[in-house]
């Protein structure tokens, strides 16, 4: 069968503080993750990695739902699904291994849109996500955009948000003992209005894949959000250009619910399932 490659661009609106943290902290703030750029300046931006993993774990969650499952016990298995597992110490290949490959790849192909480690193998997934830039001087070139006099400096699109944290024993100290346990820590966070570009596409991918694609960015554009912190409200995005056409979809969501007591097998859920 053809393979599908493609590739989607979209333009958001940060409608609430976005966090995503680097390598560096100053004392009690947690500094946004910052790339150099060619002029000496840097630009906060949120790497590839960080929307990659995210689309991972819902493609992951959708699976479970799609079957009827809670939850996995199989700690490597859930590693499959969530994180792309990991080689084992001591793993050895086995002559059927690239057999199972195959089948593990068709039985579940949003794994194998993501890439994962199996079987003593790494296996590149077919999704290529992009790192994601806000609108301001320093990258108007870079992301294609003609010069805008009234565009922002990167410097104006950070701020630092303030937070306490109290200790878990909070219920049972004094009012003069509370003052102790809390702790105060920031983050430094990309300020709302900040445009925010986002790209991602599939290279040679299986019809099935594609279909899985579909039915998780579907799922992601219907609450779409960047970053850490979603607890806090952080992250939150208004799409303002830019179309996923979704097709595809609803054919996953029906390939998954055929297969349902094969990929339950496969993931060793025990747990009663759903009646139809």
Known sequence: MPRISKRWQFEFLATAPVSHGGDESAGNVQMFRRLPMPDGTEVP?????????????IAARRLLELIGAESITDLRLYHLLFSGGAIQKGEIATAHRFADIRDMRDLLPAVSLFGASWQAEILPGTLQVDWIYP???????LLGLPPDPDAVDARQLTTT????????ADEV????ERDKVQMLYETECMVPGTRLFVSFGLSRASELEARALADTVAEW??????GGMRSRGHGVLRLVSGEFDGVGAEEYRAYVTARRDEIRHFLAI???APTQ
């Open 135 to 141: 609108d301001c001087i320093q990258t108007r070139a």
């Open 45 to 57: 931006a949120i790497s590839a990695n960080a929307l990659r993993g995210q689309l991972r774990r």
């Open 221 to 226: 554009m219907k609450h779409p959000h960047l």
């Open 173 to 176: 100290v004094t009012e003069k």
């Open 161 to 168: 948000v303030l937070y306490t944290r109290h200790d878990d």
């Open 270 to 272: 025990t747990d009663p």
